[in-house]
C-alpha cells in the first residue's frame, strides 16, 4: 500500500493520442498533513474532454503538465483521515486523476450516499456527464413539447440522458451514433424516437427523413461530418448547445476549404439561431442542487436510465481512453481501479 | 398625380448589383376601395437587408419577385383616405417600397405624431434600425457596466445606436468603420471610447490595442474581414449579436479555404461564447413600445444622436443603394422622394 501507481502524460499527442503519449509511474504515498484525507481510486471517469488537456493550445482549461498525473474525476474510498468531516471508509466523489492513490484536502470533496447501490454513477448520470446534459438541453437548448431535438453521441455519457429528459419533456427525440448496435440501443432501451447510424453511406438523407419538421434544437457532441448534415435542417430559432466536438479534437491543422466560416454565421443570422457553447461547472455550477435533486428523482422512479462500459484496471486506462475518442465505448466509460 | 413611378427589380445580380438591375416604371395610381389610404411617399429607407431580397436563394423573407416592385420602409403623407382613422395630411409609418405613390389598408399602418420635427427619424432611431440595435445588444448582447463592447458598422444606422446604448449602460465602447471621417465622427460626435478604421493595413492590431481586455459584447454588421480581427479578441462568455454580415451579401460562391467553420465552433466551446441570430421584428415585435419608450426619452434628452444621409429623388436611389453595400453612406441612408 506504499506505492501509488501513476499515469501521466508522456509527451504531447500530435493528431490522435498513442500509448506512447502515456507513461505509467510508481511513486510513494505522501504523509497527510492536517485536513487531508488518503483516497483509494475505485472508479476513474474518462472523458473526451481530456483530450485537450493533453494539449497546450489555448482552451478553457490549462493543459496537463508533460510528466504529470492525467486529470479526471474519481469515485474514491477514504483510506485514512486527518479531516473532521471524513472517517475510514467513507465513498467520496474527487478529482483525483489516473491514479491509485491521492491525498486531497477534506474541502475538495463531496461525500456521496452509502445508499447508492452503483457509486461510479456519481461520474455518469449523477455527475458531470448528467448534469451537462440537464443544462445544455434545459437551458440554452429550452426544448418544447412537440419539438423536434437531435441529439449527438446518443449512446454516450451526455447524450443518452440529452435524449431522455428531451423524451420527458414531450419532444420528438431523434439520435445519432456510430454502429447499428448502439442505434438500437438508443431507440429500444432509451425511448429515442429515431436513431440514424453516421456510419451510413447515406446517413444525411436518413437523418432529414427521420426529421421531416427540421430541427428545432440540436445537441452537439460532435462536429464534423455529423453537423454538416444537421446545419440544412436546423429551423428557423433552434438553438445549438455545443457541447463537445470529438470529430476534430486529434485534428493538428484546419480542413481544406471552402472556407463555410461565413456560410455558418449566415445561417446563424437568417435562421435566426442561437448557438451557444458551455462549460458545465464554470456556467452551471451555482445549479448542480437542482439538477442533482431532479436526476436522482428521476433515476429512482426508473425514468432515465444510464448504461456504463467498465474498464477494469488503470493499467488499461489510457488504451480504452484512446477507443473512447475512437468511438469504441458503448455507454459512459469508467476504469474500475479497485474494488 | 395620376402617374406612379415605381422601381422594380428587374434582374436578379449576381455578385454587386448594378444599376442594370433596377428599371424605373410608370403606372397609374389604383382607385380605392374600402379602408383603404393613398400615400405619398416621402422618405424611402435603404438597408442592407434589401440585398438579400433580391436573390432567389432561401433566407428568412421570401425575394422580391421580378418586375415587382423593390420592398421598403417609408415615411408617406396621406393624400386621399377611405379608412376612419387616417385623414388627409397624416403623417405615416408604411412599408410601400421604392415607388411614389401606394395604396395601403389602413390596419398596416402606424400614425406618426405629428411633433417629430424630423418624421424621416421614423426610418432610423426611432424605427427598424434604431429597434435593431436595442433588442440585439441589450437583449441578446447583455451588456454589464465596465465591459468592453464592439460595434462593426460604427457610423451606420444600427451601430451608431449599438454603441451610444452601450455608452449609456457603462460600457467601453469601441467601434469599427469604414473611414478616417467615420471614426472621426464615432469618437467625436458619438462619444465611443475609440473606432478603428477597417481600411488601415494593422486594423487587427489596431484593434486588438483598443480593446486591452479583450471583447465581451460584439454587435456583428460585417463578417468577413471584420470578424476575423474580432474572432481571436472575444473573451470567455462573450456574446455576439449577429445582425448582418454586409461583407459577404455580394458572394456568390465561397471563399477558399482551409475550413474554419469547426474552428469557429471550437471558440464557441472553449469561451462558452454565446452567437445568435435575430430579425428584428419576428423576434421582437412585441417589445416595440418598450423600445420606443425609452429611444423617445434618449433622443428627446439629447443622449442618443443620430446622422442622415439624404439623397434626394426615387430615381437615385438604386444608385444610393449600390453606395451603401460598398460602404459609401455616412449615417442612416434616406432618399428623399417628395416633401
Redo the contacts between chains.
Keep these: 500500500m506504499t506505492i501509488n501507481r501513476q499515469i501521466v502524460l508522456n509527451s504531447r499527442p500530435v493528431g490522435a493520442p498513442t500509448l506512447e503519449n502515456f507513461r505509467l509511474v510508481e511513486s510513494k504515498i505522501p504523509v497527510l498533513a492536517a485536513d487531508e484525507v488518503l483516497l483509494r481510486t475505485m472508479y476513474l471517469s474518462l472523458d473526451p474532454y481530456m483530450r ?1 488537456r493533453m494539449s497546450d493550445t ?3 482549461a490549462p493543459p496537463v503538465e508533460l510528466n504529470a498525473v492525467m486529470v479526471g474525476g474519481t469515485v474514491a474510498r477514504v483510506e485514512a483521515s486527518n479531516h473532521a468531516d471524513f472517517k475510514v471508509g467513507d465513498i467520496v466523489l474527487s478529482f483525483s486523476g489516473w491514479q491509485d492513490y491521492a491525498v486531497a484536502n477534506g474541502a475538495s470533496l463531496n461525500k456521496l450516499s452509502p445508499t447508492l447501490a452503483q457509486p461510479s454513477i456519481a461520474l455518469g448520470a449523477l455527475g458531470m456527464p448528467g448534469f451537462t446534459a440537464y443544462m445544455g438541453l434545459l437551458d440554452i437548448g429550452q426544448p418544447k413539447a412537440g419539438e423536434t431535438v437531435v441529439v449527438a453521441a446518443a449512446s454516450g455519457a451526455v447524450g443518452a440522458i440529452v435524449g431522455q429528459i428531451a423524451k420527458l419533456k414531450g419532444c420528438r427525440v431523434v439520435g445519432i451514433a456510430g454502429g447499428a448496435d448502439k442505434c438500437a440501443y438508443v431507440v429500444d432501451e432509451l425511448g429515442f424516437d429515431a436513431c440514424i447510424d453516421r456510419k451510413n453511406s447515406d446517413f444525411a438523407a436518413q437523418l432529414a427523413a427521420a426529421c421531416p419538421a427540421g430541427i428545432d434544437v440540436y445537441f ?1 457532441n460532435v ?2 461530418a455529423v ?1 454538416d448534415a444537421v446545419l440544412p435542417l436546423l429551423n ?2 433552434a438553438r445549438v448547445p ?4 470529438i470529430a ?1 479534437y486529434n ?1 493538428s ?27 458545465i461547472f ?2 452551471y455550477g451555482h445549479r448542480y442542487g437542482e439538477f442533482f435533486t431532479a436526476m436522482s428523482e428521476w433515476l429512482a422512479a426508473g425514468k432515465i436510465k444510464f448504461k456504463e462500459d467498465r474498464v477494469d484496471g488503470l493499467e488499461n486506462a489510457p488504451a480504452a481512453f484512446i477507443g473512447l475518442l475512437e468511438g469504441k465505448n458503448f455507454g459512459k466509460l469508467v476504469v474500475r481501479v479497485a474494488d
Design positions: 485537450g489555448p482552451s478553457y452537439e462536429g464534423g453537423f428557423v430559432s455545443v457541447c463537445g466536438l476534430s485534428d491543422q484546419l480542413p481544406a476549404g471552402p472556407d463555410r466560416m461565413g456560410m455558418l454565421m449566415s445561417t446563424l443570422l437568417k435562421k435566426r439561431i442561437k448557438m451557444q457553447g458551455f462549460i464554470d456556467d
